[in-house]
């Protein structure tokens, strides 16, 4: 008995498709003056002071940029990479280059250059977008675009059709940690906006003319695809916040440019129940909100619905797949679990043993394994980047397995059970142990490291580093956070350090990073 279909069995994506194309280009032929994107950056003015585009607007200038990076002697399937503040330059950039028929390559303003200069290298980006102020070395060759080449596309009358692309074509790679030391790049094709539809009624309950407020930045992946690609692709406005941050201001932005759906990770929205400006706020136009990036504690629902009287929906998902489990309008929410898989959706779950008879077949309900996705859904990340051996890791048979633990009753709901690997999640980012401990195991004062996830509080987990001193070393905390700081992003660097007399290992020597919280 298995709880789902076979193969995917919603509608295959046309074999000609461009993914710029069906969000943008079909809503500006649709509804050309409704309002596409709301950008705030003070939440205290007039909604009318705000940036706006419409979608016939945004459909102009995206076609514009298009022919601004094809002028530049770019072909098809280069790979640009983006590397921007939280502007519409940034979503400019993000899919017009893709409707030139590029490989759109989005990144972090966290990163540090170190990490943006092995992105650059690894994808070997013909092209890379920088703001300003924002410089990088560069190898010869690599082609520099800034904010201002964006203004002279936009005023120069040039102007680019969508590429004729194939659904199979890739569109945009992005990076994320995984289980070695360095990121991995994942490859969609343009057919992902296709893959995406499922969501739409089952988790977002988004329709044409709703607002939609992301409390992310243009650079998050999370924000570049519930954010914009979604309620574009459905007539909707994207509003984007890129003022100064404080938990209230969430409320006042949902008041006063009424939101009608409300998208953040959990952390958000603990925050914003702290925050006293919630009790006054105007949510009348918020019919609900919805969370991924990381499990959604039962407690942490409870509350919101208590304060608000909405429904809060979960998602689980990955880069590679974006969400394919969830609650929402039409599945009913059930604490605890993140939901069911969508409709059309081919999920299963197959044994954690891959070298056990039978490892490619679905286990039946209530049995716990590894959460897989049949090779058959659009969404389907097209492969990694230059990575054979992580790809043929995460391929059985028909089956792309991610790293998630997990059951399925016989309703099809999901119950987590933790990862498989060591793989942490960091404010809705994946965050590779080996990756942070690759980086402190240079301090001076560290002589072994390793890192892991704990939990400070329900629902709250910190990276934290569990180091061994050298011989005669100062046992210096803020010293390896600094140098953390130095060299890894925000999200990846640990909070707290923990200095201990040695690491536990098995009787053959390996890490167990499990045991380093007991």
Known sequence: MTPGPLHYTGEPAPEWFNLSAHVIGRAAASHPDATALVLVTDPAASPDAAERWTFAELDDAVRHVAAGLLDLGLEPGDRVMIRLGNTSDYALLHFGAMAAGLVALPSSAQLTSDEARFLLADSGARAIALDEGRDLETPPGVLRVSPRDVARWRAAGDSAAYARTRADDPAYLVYTSGTTGRPKGVLHGHRSAWGRRPMYAAWLGLRAGDRLLHAGAFN????????????????????????????????????????????????????????????????????????????????????????????????????????????????????????????????????????????????????????????????????????????????????????????????????????????????????????????LAAHPSVAEVAVTDVEVRPGVRVVTAFAVPREGAVRDSSGVLSYAAAHLAPYKCPREVRWVDALPRTPNGKLRRRSLDL
């Open 220 to 439: 998050w992946t999370y924000t570049l695809g519930v954010g914009l690609t979604d309620p574009w692709a459905n007539a909707a406005t994207a509003l984007i916040y890129n003022g100064p941050r404080d938990p209230g201001v969430w409320a006042r932005l949902i008041g006063m440019h009424e939101a009608t759906i409300f998208a953040a990770v959990p952390g958000v929205y603990r925050q914003l129940l702290r925050s006293p400006e919630l009790a006054a706020a105007d949510l009348s136009t918020l019919r609900h909100g919805v969370t991924a990036g990381e499990a959604l504690h039962p407690s942490l629902l409870a509350e919101w619905r208590t304060v608000t009287g909405l429904e809060l929906y979960e998602s689980l998902g990955m880069s590679e797949v974006s969400t394919f489990i969830s609650a929402g309008p039409t599945v009913p929410v059930r604490p605890g679990s993140p939901g069911r898989p969508q409709p059309g959706r081919c999920v299963a779950v197959l044994p954690v043993d891959e070298s056990a008879d039978g490892a490619d077949e679905p286990l039946p309900p209530g049995e716990v394994g590894l959460l897989a996705v049949h090779e058959s859904d659009p969404a389907l990340m097209l492969g990694y980047w230059n990575r054979p051996d992580e790809e043929a890791a995460v391929r059985r048979g028909p089956w792309f397995v991610g790293g998630d633990v997990v059951s399925l009753d016989e309703d099809g709901y999901v119950t987590f059970h933790g990862r498989a690997d060591d793989v942490m999640n960091a404010m809705g980012y994946r965050v590779s142990p080996l990756e942070v401990e690759q980086c």
